[in-house]
T-cell receptor, first 111, second 114 residues
Framework: GESVGLHLPTLSVQEGDNSIINCAYS??????FIWYKQESGKGPQFIID?????DKRQGQRVTVLLNKTVKHLSLQIAATQPGDSAVYFC??????????FGAGTRLFVKA | EAGVAQSPRYKIIEKRQSVAFWCNPI?????LYWYQQILGQGPKLLIQ????????DSQLPKDRFSAERLKGVDSTLKIQPAKLEDSAVYLC????????????FGPGTRLTVL
């Protein structure tokens, strides 16, 4: 079946360092990918998205890379800050229908 | 702009009881979603509405779960009767168009079934 998974369940980084969170997806027909940030007690918050016709997209301090050949997605956070501590989910969507979330990676930022 | 509103924020019930959750999406958003998030997992889509029609309810346990969005705005999700494994956070989200657009999530309702 379709699945979106993450390689590392927990990531710990030093404040100021760059963070890289990885995600694998299994549905080659997926054409829209999203990264969400979820803080404790809150709903997921959109960070950045990318469509399948792109390999890279940059936002403010965040970059998403898409490798369709190996069905891999990554989120890079530059100069990680304590406020970046949260659980990060990747999600995939096919044709505007059901969005499938991965299990999540917890990011700890050490001051 | 006001975000997605959900109530109640917390609910504790005993198994076999019934419970209902309410969601008010962002004004003008055509698509509304209900997700179930079990502790330590990612959200799982239960049902997706486009205006007042159902787009996808393939993962909704229809023997006990029901949802409606009668006027294409607010929505309710009901569980009857609840089971222990229904303990989770129920998230409502909305988007302007279909789900290949940014989804905005509410704070969720944390349900505990004893």
């Amino acid at each position: 079946g379709e699945s979106v998974g993450l390689h590392l369940p927990t990531l710990s980084v030093q404040e100021g360092d760059n963070s890289i969170i990885n995600c694998a997806y299994s549905n080659s027909a997926s054409d829209y990918f999203i990264w969400y940030k979820q803080e404790s007690g809150k709903g997921p918050q959109f960070i950045i998205d990318i469509r399948s016709n792109m390999d890279k997209r940059q936002g403010q301090r965040v970059t998403v890379l898409l490798n369709k050949t190996v069905k891999h997605l990554s989120l890079q956070i530059a100069a990680t800050q304590p406020g970046d501590s949260a659980v990060y989910f990747c999600a995939e969507n096919t044709g505007g229908f059901k969005t499938i979330f991965g299990a999540g990676t917890r990011l700890f930022v050490k001051a | 702009e006001a975000g997605v509103a959900q109530s109640p924020r917390y609910k504790i019930i005993e198994k076999r009881q019934s419970v209902a959750f309410w969601c008010n999406p962002i004004s003008g958003h055509a698509t509304l979603y209900w997700y179930q998030q079990i502790l330590g997992q990612g959200p799982k889509l239960l049902i997706q509405f486009q205006n007042n029609g159902v787009v996808d309810d393939s993962q909704l346990p229809k023997d006990r779960f029901s949802a409606e969005r009668l006027k294409g705005v607010d929505s309710t999700l009901k569980i009857q009767p609840a089971k222990l494994e229904d303990s989770a956070v129920y998230l409502c989200a909305s988007s302007l168009g279909s789900s290949d657009n940014e989804q905005f999530f509410g704070p969720g309702t944390r349900l505990t079934v004893l």
